[in-house]
């Protein structure tokens, strides 16, 4: 659990231009993600967590500070480095699970090792295995369509953890899902986070997260209120 995956020093984050309009969405924020954590960021609507996460992949600069991911200092990179280093480091899973509705389980789950270059025998050795771990062998030429909200959320799981990235973030996995499916589906990300060491970070107001995370850091106003290791 010792090496560092994020390492977040005194980020600030300020929204607007104006004294009127100003947000301090984030107040010195300090933090570190090690290897193997599955983490989740709670605190009311509005306390910082999509800013901190946003802030964290690079999706947003923070306005001072320092993010780093495995080593790299990605506050400082833009364009292509950036958008390359994350695909290569981060997998993402969103609320509205986000998959691509032209394209198959198979072909949504193989598509960012299609961009790495990957050749097909590796990408269709690692599409079966990482099906099969999330329980959906058999429904690799079905299209998201065709799937219950919770299959479509194991494809999007299996699609973030195919490239074998340093870090996968889920922002609100389960807010779409009945709560069995969405206990269901957290119980297979910690299965997967035991079987292959995936770190795991989540933004969650669900309470079965909250639940399940090891290690659970609240936010309010911006700034880091508790942080506890279960
Ligand atoms: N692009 C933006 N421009 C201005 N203010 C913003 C912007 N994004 C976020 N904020 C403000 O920053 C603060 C933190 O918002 P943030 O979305 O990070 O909270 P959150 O904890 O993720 O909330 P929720 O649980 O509702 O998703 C809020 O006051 C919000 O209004």
Redesign the pocket.
Known sequence: MDEIIFDVKNVT?I??ETEE?K?N??KNVKLEIHRGEFTA?V????????????VMSGFDTPSSGHVFLSNKEIDKMSGNELSNFRRDHIGFIFQSYNLIPVLTVKENVEYVMTLQNIDKDERDRKVSQYLKSVGLEGKENRYPSQLSGGQQQRVAVARAMVSNPDIVIAD?PTANLDSKTGTDLIDMMLELNEKFGTTFIF?T?DPIIMKKAKRLIT?KD?QIVSDETK
């Open positions: 984050k929204f607007g309009t947000v969405a984030l960021f605190g009311p609507s509005g306390s910082g967590k999509s800013t901190l996460l946003n609100e933004s107001h936010l911006g």
